[in-house]
C-alpha cells in the first residue's frame, strides 16, 4: 500500500494550496481518508477526513472553514483545500486511509495506513 502526498510548498499567509494524496495498493473507496499534520514541536494532531463515498466529512476546528477536504476515487486521489493559510499552519500533512468512519478516524492514533509527509510552510 502506498499514500504519496504531494503539493506542499512555502507560500505567504492568506494565500491557498491544494494537497494530493494518490492511492495505490488498496481498494481506495472502502477506505476513509483522511489529513493529518505535525506542527513543529508537537505531537501529530487529526486535521481532516472524508467518508469512503464522500459524502460525510469531519474537520478539526482550528480549521472549519478554510481547509475542505474531498475525494476522487475514480482517481484513487484524495485532496485538502487549503485556504486562507495562516503562519500556524506550518506543518508536515501526511495523508492516511483507514476503514473506519470519519469521526472514529479523528479520535484515534491508530490508523491502518500513513503515507509520507508533504511539508507546507506559510510566511507571516
Known amino acids: 500500500v502506498q499514500l504519496q502526498a504531494y503539493g506542499g510548498g512555502l507560500v505567504q499567509a492568506g494565500m491557498s494550496l491544494r494537497l494530493s494524496c494518490a492511492a495505490s495498493?488498496?481498494?481506495?473507496?472502502?477506505?476513509?481518508m483522511a489529513w493529518f499534520r505535525r506542527i513543529p514541536g508537537k505531537d501529530r494532531e487529526f486535521v481532516a477526513a472524508?467518508?469512503?463515498?464522500?459524502?460525510?466529512?469531519h474537520y478539526a476546528d482550528s480549521v472549519k472553514g478554510r481547509l475542505t477536504i474531498s475525494r476522487d476515487n475514480a482517481k484513487n486521489t484524495g485532496y485538502l483545500q487549503m485556504n486562507d493559510l495562516k503562519p500556524e499552519d506550518t506543518a508536515l500533512y501526511y495523508c492516511?486511509?483507514?476503514?473506519?468512519?470519519?469521526?472514529?478516524?479523528?479520535?484515534?492514533?491508530?490508523?491502518?495506513?500513513w503515507g509520507q509527509g508533504t511539508l507546507v510552510t506559510v510566511s507571516s
Open positions: 492516511a486511509a483507514d476503514p473506519r468512519g470519519p469521526t472514529a478516524v479523528s479520535g484515534s492514533p491508530h490508523i491502518r495506513y
Open positions: 495498493g488498496l481498494h481506495f473507496s472502502a477506505y476513509t
Open positions: 472524508i467518508s469512503r463515498g464522500g459524502l460525510n466529512t
